[in-house]
T-cell receptor, first 116, second 111 residues
Framework: GAVVSQHPSRVICKSGTSVKIECRSL??????MFWYRQFPKKSLMLMAT?????????EQGVEKDKFLINHASLTLSTLTVTSAHPEDSSFYIC????????????FGPGTRLTVT | GQQLNQSPQSMFIQEGEDVSMNCTSS?????WLWYKQDPGEGPVLLIA?????ELTSNGRLTAQFGITRKDSFLNISASIPSDVGIYFC???????????FGKGITLSVRP
């Protein structure tokens, strides 16, 4: 299957700082990437849909100024958590949708963010 | 928001047994997907289904896309310890549309 990478896999930051998470599709082009947040023992919660070359579409209740998304190329999307607070601590997962068949979504390995 | 229905939340089986998981929706979807997630990892795609009535296998896994396009099931045959994990069903309406997820079923396999 297609490979999606995320970097970093784990990050610890202080309250008030910003953290950038990268999502890359390694062997396919992705016009659309998705960012999810997952709480312990819960399902994935979609935060935003990122389209290459255009503004991201945020889900209801997700602050776009706090979670900045940039999809600069067909293989890279970034999520920046600005002015992080402890309640932003979570598991963040991206997925990438291929441009060609079979149009599947492949997930990255996730990034564990801990804000102290 | 909209969500797929998966239950029970947890399943416990003996190694070697078969297990079946169901996923239902009140809405019609055009693609159904089954993912497995291990702790601390991202979900891994197991099987994708594109046509109503389609039955697809991947090794010991078999999944079917319901004829009404409102449900799907996943069968795991002859379970082994590494089948332990959380199994999510997901579905979408269009090629690059967002996925709707179930809550997941945590599978435990007793040796």
């Amino acid at each position: 299957g297609a490979v999606v990478s995320q970097h970093p896999s784990r990050v610890i930051c202080k309250s008030g700082t910003s953290v950038k998470i990268e999502c890359r599709s390694l062997d396919f082009q992705a016009t659309t990437m998705f960012w999810y947040r997952q709480f312990p023992k819960k399902s994935l919660m979609l935060m935003a849909t990122s389209n290459e070359g255009s503004k991201a579409t945020y889900e209801q209740g997700v602050e776009k100024d706090k979670f900045l998304i940039n999809h600069a190329s067909l293989t890279l999307s970034t999520l920046t958590v600005t002015s992080a607070h402890p309640e932003d601590s979570s598991f963040y997962i991206c997925s990438a949708g291929s441009t060609g068949l079979p149009y599947e979504q492949y997930f990255g390995p996730g990034t564990r963010l801990t804000v102290t | 928001g909209q969500q797929l229905n998966q239950s029970p939340q947890s399943m416990f089986i003996q190694e070697g047994e078969d297990v079946s998981m169901n996923c239902t929706s009140s809405s019609i979807f055009n693609t159904w997907l089954w993912y497995k997630q291990d702790p601390g990892e991202g979900p891994v795609l197991l099987i994708a289904l594109y046509k109503a009535g389609e039955l697809t296998s991947n090794g010991r896994l078999t999944a079917q896309f319901g004829i009404t396009r409102k449900d799907s099931f996943l069968n795991i045959s002859a379970s082994i310890p590494s089948d332990v994990g959380i199994y999510f069903c997901a579905a979408k309406t269009g090629a690059n549309s967002k996925l709707t997820f179930g809550k997941g079923i945590t599978l435990s396999v007793r040796p």
